[in-house]
């Protein structure tokens, strides 16, 4: 990441990968919340979609292409549902498990980083979300109006 700053130069990526890292660091060494790290990692399911998008830049394939704009709602909508929508339930297990004896025998430096990492993943994917919902809306917005553009003829719709 450090090599190809340049071309990537986002820090929000870099501490991504950071508290993730960190994160799936203590699972393997303590060997707890190994189900938690399992379903956290569910979020990369997303991935294959957003190295697509760099795959057809590289390409310079057309900001508006029929792969590119598949490609674009499909990472938008996988993306919600391993990214956001995972939240509620993750979020709804660890209140659950608050306060139990299993939580408090997992010492207080695992809790912090448990807590701690998906707060910080989290905020990054829902300002990603963010992100990617504008793009996704201009996209589909900018193919209505050609399409309408396009049916318009002699001053009526088809």
Same mark, same amino acid.
């Given at each position: 990441?450090?090599?190809?700053?340049?071309?990537?130069?986002?820090?929000?990526?870099?501490?991504?990968?950071?508290a993730s890292l960190y994160a799936y660091y203590l699972v393997l060494k303590n060997g707890v919340l190994?189900?938690?790290?399992?379903?956290?990692?569910?979020?990369?399911?997303?991935?294959?979609?957003?190295? &697509?998008?760099?795959?057809?830049?590289?390409?310079?394939?057309?900001?508006?292409? +029929?792969?590119?704009?598949?490609?674009?709602?499909l990472m938008t909508v996988v993306f919600f549902i391993v990214r956001i929508a995972s939240m509620l339930p993750h979020y709804g297990f660890m209140y659950s498990v608050y306060g139990t004896e299993?939580? +408090?025998?997992?010492?207080?430096?695992? &809790?912090?980083?448990?807590?701690?990492?998906?707060?910080?993943?989290?905020?990054?994917?829902?300002?990603?979300?963010?992100?990617?919902?504008?793009?996704?809306? +201009?996209?589909?917005?900018?193919? +209505? &109006?050609?399409?309408?553009?396009?049916?318009? &003829?002699?001053?009526?719709?088809?």
């Amino acid at each position: 990441m450090i090599l190809y700053w340049k071309v990537i130069g986002d820090k929000f990526f870099i501490i991504h990968h950071c508290a993730s890292l960190y994160a799936y660091y203590l699972v393997l060494k303590n060997g707890v919340l190994v189900y938690i790290g399992n379903y956290r990692l569910l979020a990369e399911l997303s991935s294959p979609f957003v190295n &697509q998008r760099w795959f057809f830049e590289a390409l310079k394939y057309p900001k508006f292409s +029929k792969a590119i704009v598949i490609n674009g709602i499909l990472m938008t909508v996988v993306f919600f549902i391993v990214r956001i929508a995972s939240m509620l339930p993750h979020y709804g297990f660890m209140y659950s498990v608050y306060g139990t004896e299993p939580y +408090k025998r997992l010492g207080v430096l695992i &809790q912090l980083s448990w807590v701690i990492s998906c707060v910080v993943l989290d905020v990054m994917n829902v300002m990603w979300m963010i992100k990617i919902s504008k793009g996704c809306i +201009k996209v589909i917005s900018h193919i +209505k &109006q050609e399409k309408a553009k396009n049916s318009l &003829q002699n001053g009526k719709l088809d």
